[in-house]
Nanobody
Framework: VQLQASGGGSVQAGGSLRLSCAAS????????TGWFRQAPGKEREFVGD??????????HYADSVKGRFTISRDNAKNTVYLQMNSLKFEDTAVYYC???????????????????WGQGTLVTVSS
């Protein structure tokens, strides 16, 4: 699977961005897709995931983004989106999309749960 993340950029606090994760080689609707982020000097952290359609397309979010970020999927485009609203300075990071054929109960929050990774896209939020 090849994943291509895009949509990053610079935005003021309170603004919005939508990231995209386009896949080739596999069908994302049959996989779990996760979003992670890594700020300078910090470890990569879980942002959220979306399950395969066969599992209801359930989404999970980290507490830090719940209510502000939304993950969705366009099966026709084989693309997963991360809509980010009410952005805060602390959301500044490189954002990565990832995918796996593994399925476990609950959110898949560990980077090691995922096999395929995109290249990352930078989001900068100015206060």
């Amino acid at each position: 699977v090849q994943l291509q993340a895009s949509g990053g950029g610079s935005v003021q606090a309170g603004g919005s961005l939508r990231l995209s994760c386009a896949a080739s080689g596999r069908t994302l609707s049959r996989m779990t897709t996760g979003w992670f982020r890594q700020a300078p000097g910090k470890e990569r952290e879980f942002v959220g995931d979306i399950r395969r359609s066969g599992s209801g397309g359930t989404t999970h979010y980290a507490d830090s983004v719940k209510g502000r970020f939304t993950i969705s999927r366009d099966n026709a485009k084989n693309t997963v989106y991360l809509q980010m609203n009410s952005l805060k300075f602390e959301d500044t990071a490189v954002y990565y999309c990832s995918a796996t054929e593994r399925h476990v109960a609950g959110p898949m929050v560990r980077a090691s749960d995922y096999v395929y990774w995109g290249q990352g896209t930078l989001v900068t939020v100015s206060s």
